[in-house]
């Protein structure tokens, strides 16, 4: 029963509606022994022979109010715990995605996508239970059972009632004996679920590719296997659960035995009477549902508490990046200035970046170019505070970084990263993600200078296509443009373009630069690229390699010493020439 005490701070926390629930519980629980007694005076009245209409008259009218009253309270007491449990499922997976949503990039490299659903699905489901039928079956189980007991003992035979309950013990020994068991199971099925979830969601991202390698057949047998181990583990569960049942039967059966055996030599003894043995044997019937629940209850509590175990553990691990204490609530602008002496990933072998140092001015543009993993988007992860953890300080507008609130610091970026996501709604939706009051002027003007416009109004419906779930239905180019636009309404203090023109064609790029140029003066650019012709106008570039700035200056400068910069440079204006060259004596 440890899940309930875990869950102590919701039931405090919803104490009233808790409290009526049970409260009603417990009155339907006193008024289903009414009936027995009924009975048994009824039988007796006419054993005797003195069981007049208007006493039989009485006693129908004193079951059809107690029919009636349990009729309202049930109906409310439904309302009042599974309300309640309702909440908690809701509370718990706003209390998730919130996490979610603070976690870093190392929280999501170390959890799959389908495990964390599998958490604000199925696990959820088994704690809502747990706070709500499981709740539900305790109470009632409880009462119930306490209730007959002390009816069957006061009113009608101390000692038959103990004789009866000689095999209750041996229930209680394999039920905790069954509950164990099954925690075990359920957990490992909780897990064999979220590896099949990952695998789906993961299997349905990469269809494309899958299609491609023409891995379907693979891919349908590592799904099969991966299923086929979900059914095992469940069937594991269900062979415990399904103990619980016979079990009970059993159980109920010898106590069944002992009362026909025993009850009618105490009736013939004179003991009690034949209306009491009735009686008794109609409460023993009660008593199978609080035995039964009993069984059933181990089985919530065991998949709540093995569910719960599993959302704690994902609520527990410790946000990376968060709010200092006395942050700056306001939007941060000026020159950035790095001083970064080392930064590694935790558990990494060797450092990310070294000894970095350079100043930006406001309305500078910065290109960052280098060879593939020298640092580049670690660079800028940094400066967005994405991860954390690094020998040295970054500032802007003259503060560390983490003196300004995450929310004020990003609201002064526009971060158009290497990965676009464009969610499954429309152009215009995806365009407006990070304004979403703006006007359709906004977002068209927008598009302009992303020199997307005029692909958007070649779509079937315009700005308002959708365009499929991750931009199934566009090409990569058209993706960075959308993506680039959705950063370019925001006007933001900074704009980072992380290798986000990789995929358009020169012509384009230069007119996505040129439009840059023109409408964000007095604003800082920051673009990482492999194409150099993409930050040759910056104010300043870096080359890095292997985490360490290897040049600095502007392209005259840099194209007047020796270095990769030159080399590259002059490699990419040659591969240029050629594709020209080719182009053109193709046509002729």
């Known amino acids: 029963m440890k899940v309930f005490i875990d869950l102590k701070w919701f039931f405090k926390q919803e104490k009233r509606p808790y409290i009526l629930g049970i409260s009603l519980l417990i009155v339907v629980a006193m008024l289903e022994l009414v009936a027995p007694k009924v009975i048994g005076i009824v039988v007796d009245e006419i054993k005797n022979g003195t069981l007049s209409p208007s006493m039989l008259f009485k006693w129908m009218l004193v079951l059809a109010l107690t029919v ?19 909440k908690l499922a809701r509370q718990l997976r706003d209390m998730l995605y919130s996490h ?5 990039q190392t929280f999501y490299q170390k959890k799959r996508v389908g495990d964390l659903m599998a ?24 009462t119930i059972g306490i209730a007959v007991i002390v009816v069957m003992a006061a ?26 068991m099954l925690h075990k199971r359920f957990y490992k099925a909780q897990e064999a679920f979220s590896s099949l979830n990952d695998k789906t969601q993961e299997s349905i991202t990469g269809i494309k590719v899958i299609k491609t390698f023409g891995q379907e057949k693979e891919d349908i047998d590592e799904f099969y296997q991966q299923s086929a181990d979900v059914v095992k583990k469940n069937l594991a569960v269900a062979r415990v659960d399904a103990l619980y049942d016979p079990t009970v039967a059993v159980i109920v059966g010898v106590s069944f035995f002992l009362s026909i055996a025993f009850g009618a030599k105490f009736v013939l003894d004179g003991a009690i009477t034949i209306g009491e043995l009735i009686s008794f044997n109609a409460y023993l019937g009660l008593l199978v549902w609080p035995m039964l629940a009993f069984g059933w209850l181990f089985n919530i509590v065991e998949r709540g508490r093995a569910s719960y175990d599993r959302v704690r553990s994902i609520l527990d691990e410790p946000v990376d990046v968060e709010d200092g204490p006395g942050a700056i609530d306001e939007v941060p602008s000026g020159e950035i200035a790095f001083h970064i002496e080392k930064f590694s990933y935790p558990g990494g072998y060797r450092p990310v970046l070294n000894q970095i140092e350079f100043r930006l001015k406001r309305g500078e543009t910065l290109g960052i170019v280098g060879k593939t993993g020298a640092g580049k988007t670690t660079l800028l992860k940094l400066l967005i505070r994405e991860i954390e953890g690094f020998d040295g300080e970054i500032s802007f507008g003259g503060r560390q970084l983490h003196e300004y609130k995450l929310e004020r610091l990003r609201e002064a970026i526009g971060y158009v990263p290497q990965e676009h996501f464009l969610f499954s709604s429309s152009v215009a939706d995806n365009i407006s993600f990070a304004k979403p009051e703006a006007s359709m002027e906004e977002i068209q003007y927008a598009a302009r200078l992303a020199k997307m416009d005029q692909d958007i109004l070649q779509f079937t419906d315009g700005y308002d296509t959708i365009v499929g779930e991750r931009g199934v239905s566009l090409s990569g180019g058209q993706k960075q443009r959308i993506s680039i636009a959705r950063a370019l309404l925001m006007e933001p203090e900074v704009l980072i373009l992380d290798d986000s023109l990789s995929a358009v064609d020169a012509k384009t790029e230069e007119g996505i630069l040129s439009a840059l140029r023109e409408t964000r003066a007095g604003k800082t650019t920051i673009i990482t690229a492999h194409r150099l012709s993409a930050i040759q106008h910056a104010d300043l570039i870096l080359v890095l390699d292997e985490g360490e700035i290897a040049q600095m200056g502007t392209h005259y400068e840099l194209m007047n010493e020796d270095g990769w910069y030159k080399e590259m440079y002059l490699h990419q204006q040659l591969e240029e020439l050629v594709e020209k060259g080719g182009a053109y004596g193709q046509n002729n």
């Not at 009636?68 to 309702?86: D, E, H, N, Q």
């Open 68 to 86: 009636l009253t349990m009729y309202v309270a049930r109906y409310y007491w439904r309302l009042m715990i599974f309300g309640s449990a309702y």
């Open 100 to 104: 979610f949503t603070k976690m870093s």
């Open 119 to 142: 958490h604000a699905t199925n696990d959820l489901q088994a704690i809502q239970q747990t706070a709500g039928a499981g709740v539900l079956t305790m109470v009632d189980s409880l």
């Open 155 to 180: 009113t009608i035979s101390w000692k038959l009632t103990i004789i009866c309950l000689i095999p209750m013990p041996l229930m209680a020994i394999m039920t905790n004996w069954y509950g164990g």
